[in-house]
Protein backbone atom coordinates (compact mmCIF):
# COMPACT_ATOMS: atom_id res chain seq x y z
CA UNK A 1 0.00 0.00 0.00
CA UNK A 2 2.85 2.48 -0.11
CA UNK A 3 3.43 2.55 -3.59
CA UNK A 4 -1.07 3.69 -3.60
CA UNK A 5 -0.46 5.89 -0.74
CA UNK A 6 2.57 8.09 -3.00
CA UNK A 7 0.13 8.54 -5.28
CA UNK A 8 -2.74 9.52 -3.37
CA UNK A 9 -0.14 12.18 -1.25
CA UNK A 10 0.81 13.61 -4.42
CA UNK A 11 -2.60 15.23 -4.66
CA UNK A 12 -2.21 16.96 -1.33
CA UNK A 13 -0.36 20.11 -0.55
CA UNK A 14 0.26 22.50 2.70
CA UNK A 15 -0.90 26.02 1.13
CA UNK A 16 -1.11 29.18 2.74
CA UNK A 17 -5.02 28.72 2.98
CA UNK A 18 -4.58 25.83 4.65
CA UNK A 19 -4.84 22.24 3.61
CA UNK A 20 -5.48 21.82 0.01
CA UNK A 21 -6.36 18.79 -2.59
CA UNK A 22 -5.87 19.31 -6.42
CA UNK A 23 -7.62 16.54 -8.21
CA UNK A 24 -5.69 15.16 -11.23
CA UNK A 25 -8.54 16.03 -13.72
CA UNK A 26 -8.91 19.28 -12.27
CA UNK A 27 -6.81 22.17 -13.65
CA UNK A 28 -3.26 22.53 -12.46
CA UNK A 29 -3.69 26.32 -10.27
CA UNK A 30 -6.92 25.09 -8.73
CA UNK A 31 -7.50 23.30 -5.23
CA UNK A 32 -9.81 22.81 -2.78
CA UNK A 33 -9.23 23.49 0.44
CA UNK A 34 -9.73 20.54 3.23
CA UNK A 35 -11.94 21.06 5.89
CA UNK A 36 -10.90 18.73 8.41
CA UNK A 37 -8.68 15.56 8.83
CA UNK A 38 -11.76 13.21 8.95
CA UNK A 39 -12.33 14.61 5.29
CA UNK A 40 -8.93 13.92 3.74
CA UNK A 41 -9.35 10.31 4.76
CA UNK A 42 -12.31 10.21 3.29
CA UNK A 43 -10.88 11.96 -0.30
CA UNK A 44 -7.61 9.51 0.41
CA UNK A 45 -10.38 6.68 0.14
CA UNK A 46 -11.44 7.94 -2.75
CA UNK A 47 -8.87 8.42 -4.84
CA UNK A 48 -7.35 5.11 -3.35
CA UNK A 49 -10.47 2.77 -4.77
CA UNK A 50 -10.17 5.12 -7.74
CA UNK A 51 -6.36 4.37 -8.47
CA UNK A 52 -7.32 0.35 -8.07
CA UNK A 53 -10.16 0.21 -10.11
CA UNK A 54 -7.40 2.25 -12.54
CA UNK A 55 -4.78 -0.17 -12.41
CA UNK A 56 -7.00 -3.61 -12.41
CA UNK A 57 -8.68 -1.94 -15.52
CA UNK A 58 -5.24 -1.67 -17.11
CA UNK A 59 -3.46 -4.47 -16.06
CA UNK A 60 -6.72 -6.96 -16.32
CA UNK A 61 -7.60 -5.18 -19.78
CA UNK A 62 -4.40 -5.87 -21.18
CA UNK A 63 -3.75 -9.26 -20.11
CA UNK A 64 -7.53 -9.99 -21.31
CA UNK A 65 -7.00 -8.26 -25.03
CA UNK A 66 -4.10 -9.72 -25.35
CA UNK A 67 -5.54 -13.22 -24.92
CA UNK A 68 -8.14 -12.58 -27.10
CA UNK A 69 -6.23 -10.93 -29.87
CA UNK A 70 -3.56 -14.02 -29.88
CA UNK A 71 -6.96 -16.06 -30.28
CA UNK A 72 -8.05 -14.39 -33.37
CA UNK A 73 -4.78 -13.54 -34.99
CA UNK A 74 -4.08 -17.45 -34.72
CA UNK A 75 -7.90 -18.49 -36.59
CA UNK A 76 -7.30 -20.94 -39.49
CA UNK A 77 -8.54 -19.00 -42.42
CA UNK A 78 -6.36 -15.65 -41.29
CA UNK A 79 -2.73 -17.60 -42.30
CA UNK A 80 0.05 -17.01 -40.51
CA UNK A 81 -0.09 -13.73 -38.23
CA UNK A 82 3.77 -12.55 -39.32
CA UNK A 83 2.33 -12.65 -42.81
CA UNK A 84 0.20 -9.84 -41.98
CA UNK A 85 1.17 -8.02 -38.62
CA UNK A 86 -0.94 -5.17 -39.63
CA UNK A 87 -4.23 -7.15 -39.37
CA UNK A 88 -2.48 -8.59 -36.30
CA UNK A 89 -2.12 -5.38 -34.84
CA UNK A 90 -5.80 -3.89 -35.97
CA UNK A 91 -7.46 -6.61 -34.29
CA UNK A 92 -5.31 -6.23 -30.94
CA UNK A 93 -5.62 -2.47 -30.76
CA UNK A 94 -9.41 -2.92 -31.64
CA UNK A 95 -10.15 -5.54 -28.80
CA UNK A 96 -7.54 -2.93 -26.57
CA UNK A 97 -10.12 -0.63 -27.56
CA UNK A 98 -12.83 -2.01 -26.33
CA UNK A 99 -11.63 -4.32 -23.31
CA UNK A 100 -9.99 -1.26 -21.65
CA UNK A 101 -11.10 2.02 -23.19
CA UNK A 102 -14.56 1.56 -22.53
CA UNK A 103 -14.59 0.53 -19.29
CA UNK A 104 -11.71 3.47 -18.43
CA UNK A 105 -14.37 5.85 -20.02
CA UNK A 106 -16.80 4.48 -17.56
CA UNK A 107 -15.41 5.01 -15.10
CA UNK A 108 -13.37 8.49 -16.15
CA UNK A 109 -16.96 9.86 -16.09
CA UNK A 110 -17.84 8.92 -13.00
CA UNK A 111 -14.46 9.93 -11.13
CA UNK A 112 -15.41 13.36 -12.76
CA UNK A 113 -19.11 13.32 -11.69
CA UNK A 114 -17.81 12.59 -8.19
CA UNK A 115 -14.94 14.40 -7.21
CA UNK A 116 -17.01 18.19 -6.20
CA UNK A 117 -19.18 16.20 -3.95
CA UNK A 118 -16.19 15.92 -1.82
CA UNK A 119 -15.56 19.56 -1.40
CA UNK A 120 -17.16 22.41 -1.80
CA UNK A 121 -17.06 25.18 -4.66
CA UNK A 122 -16.70 27.72 -1.78
CA UNK A 123 -13.30 26.26 -0.62
CA UNK A 124 -11.70 26.58 -4.42
CA UNK A 125 -8.33 28.10 -4.17
CA UNK A 126 -5.69 29.31 -6.66
CA UNK A 127 -2.27 26.99 -5.81
CA UNK A 128 0.95 28.00 -5.74
CA UNK A 129 4.00 26.17 -7.87
CA UNK A 130 3.99 22.72 -9.01
CA UNK A 131 3.38 19.20 -7.07
CA UNK A 132 6.38 17.20 -6.21
CA UNK A 133 5.10 14.71 -8.68
CA UNK A 134 4.09 16.96 -12.15
CA UNK A 135 6.49 16.66 -14.75
CA UNK A 136 6.47 19.16 -17.46
CA UNK A 137 4.74 18.55 -20.40
CA UNK A 138 8.06 18.93 -22.46
CA UNK A 139 9.65 16.05 -20.52
CA UNK A 140 5.97 14.15 -20.59
CA UNK A 141 5.78 14.46 -24.16
CA UNK A 142 10.06 13.76 -25.17
CA UNK A 143 9.69 10.25 -23.15
CA UNK A 144 6.52 9.09 -24.68
CA UNK A 145 8.14 10.19 -28.07
CA UNK A 146 11.42 7.79 -27.52
CA UNK A 147 9.44 5.16 -26.03
CA UNK A 148 7.65 5.37 -29.30
CA UNK A 149 11.07 5.16 -31.31
CA UNK A 150 12.32 2.97 -29.76
CA UNK A 151 9.21 0.54 -30.32
CA UNK A 152 9.24 0.80 -33.97
CA UNK A 153 12.75 -0.07 -34.05
CA UNK A 154 11.91 -3.10 -32.58
CA UNK A 155 9.12 -3.72 -34.75
CA UNK A 156 11.00 -3.35 -37.26
CA UNK A 157 14.21 -5.31 -36.49
CA UNK A 158 11.71 -8.07 -35.64
CA UNK A 159 9.50 -8.44 -38.94
CA UNK A 160 12.40 -7.24 -41.31
CA UNK A 161 12.82 -9.61 -44.14
CA UNK A 162 15.77 -11.99 -43.19
Given at each position: MGFLDSIVGKAFRDEKAGRVVVFSADRRNRGYLVESEAEELKIRAFLK???IAH?????????????????FTHLEGFGRPAEHVQRAMGISLGIYSLVVGLPYFLLWRSYKKSLLSFVSPQGEVLVSGKSLGQQPLAVLAATTGFGIIILIAVIFLLVRAK
Open positions: MFYFSIFLLGMLLANAWSTF
